[in-house]
């Protein structure tokens, strides 16, 4: 499941992507967190969630073949 909203961060929300992303932790995002008042567009953070979606699409097709 997504967590970004039309493929960008929420406005007034903090990236749930700002841990993991080398950008964020190198102090090179741009977004501004809580107070940000606009959706942001990221294409790192859309990066980060298209990987969590197709990683959950394998470990639901990985757990279900075990079932067998």
């Known amino acids: 499941m997504t967590k970004l909203k039309h493929g960008?961060?929420?406005?007034?929300?903090?990236?749930?992507?700002?841990s993991r992303c080398s950008?964020?932790?190198?102090?090179?995002?741009k977004h501004l967190g809580l107070k940000?008042?606009?959706?942001?567009?990221?294409?790192a953070a859309r990066g980060f969630d298209i990987g969590e979606?197709?990683?959950?699409?394998?470990?639901?097709?990985?757990k279900e073949l075990a079932k067998r």
């Open 53 to 62: 979606e197709v990683f959950d699409e394998y470990d639901e097709a990985f």
């Open 36 to 43: 940000h008042s606009i959706e942001y567009s990221c294409a």
């Open 8 to 18: 960008n961060i929420p406005a007034h929300t903090i990236c749930p992507y700002n």
């Open 23 to 29: 950008m964020g932790q190198d102090n090179g995002c």
